[in-house]
DNA sequence: ATCCCGAGGG
DNA sequence: CCCTCTGGAT
């Protein structure tokens, strides 16, 4: 229960929270599991404003899973027309809410393994429900998450090394030949980040992996935990005031 | 051109 | 491991 945190890691968290003060939640006003679920489907390889704009009339048209299961398919697909990748999410969320009806008694499962039976649904998406509206903490791992914890090193080979020594003995591994997989990396967040702050962790690290922490050309210099990230230092990208300065 | 809070299939 | 699915924003 009672959770030491390193102070890297604590000076990680509260610099990200300087930078992004306000915490908004993306889909914030969408509380109920369902919602929660069928937009997070929708959002793969979309933007959140795409979402933003058909889920209205998506979820005024079916405002349940027993609405949207009796949907076709046609009906679906020009209401999300815009979204990326739209003919396989009208495939998916209207079998999620047959699923749901069919075998769920009608409510969206709490589990992360009843979840991801559901068609559209995986671990990624089922951890944003998990802990958006089911309270359990879960780090849900894309691209950005991905990125910019492996880049600071919030998510180390050598962790991910000591962790499977300590879960399989036998599987003599060192940390040079351990790849991070988002699942290695989903596990040491949660394990290093205290589970209250797990859901604005999880906000802070997106957000920042969209803004500053980008793929391409990553803006180190206005970055404030750039004096201690691995990735900074390596690339020489740590601004010249700060090199060298004690984490602040 | 490149990217967007991925998932499923080969 | 790879590939495909997709429209819209920049």
């Known amino acids: 229960m009672k959770m030491r945190v390193p102070p890297a890691i604590d000076h990680i968290l509260k610099s990200l929270a300087r930078l992004y003060p306000r915490g908004e939640r993306p889909w914030a006003h969408r509380s109920d599991p369902f919602r929660t679920l069928i937009a997070t489907i929708l959002s793969a390889q979309t933007t959140d404003a795409q979402v933003d704009v058909v889920t209205p009339t998506l979820f005024r048209r079916y405002p349940s ?44 499962p709490a589990s992360r393994e009843e979840m991801t039976r559901l068609p559209g649904v ?21 691209t950005h998450v991905f990125r910019v914890a492996t880049r600071i090193g919030l998510a180390t080979p050598q962790a991910a090394s000591n962790a499977r020594k300590a ?43 969209r803004t500053l922490c980008t793929a391409r050309s990553p803006k180190c210099p206005q970055c404030p935990i750039a004096p201690y990230c691995k990735y900074a230092l390596k690339h020489h990208v740590v601004p010249q005031k700060t090199r060298g300065s004690r984490i602040v």
């Open 167 to 209: 879960s399989n003995a036998r599987k003599a591994s060192n940390a040079s030949n351990v790849q991070l997989t988002p699942l290695l990396v989903e596990e040491q967040l949660e394990k290093i980040i205290p589970r209250r702050r797990l859901g604005a962790a999880h906000f802070w690290l997106i957000h920042h992996g």
């Open 122 to 142: 995986g671990r990624k998406t089922a951890n944003v429900v998990l802990i958006k509206s089911f309270g359990v903490p879960a780090m849900p791992v894309d």
């Open 65 to 108: 899973s027993a609405a949207l299961a009796k949907a076709r398919f046609a009906d679906v697909e020009r209401i999300i027309k815009s979204v990326g990748l739209y003919k396989a999410k009208a495939r998916n969320i209207v079998a999620t809410a047959a699923m749901i009806e069919k075998d769920f008694n009608g409510k969206v």
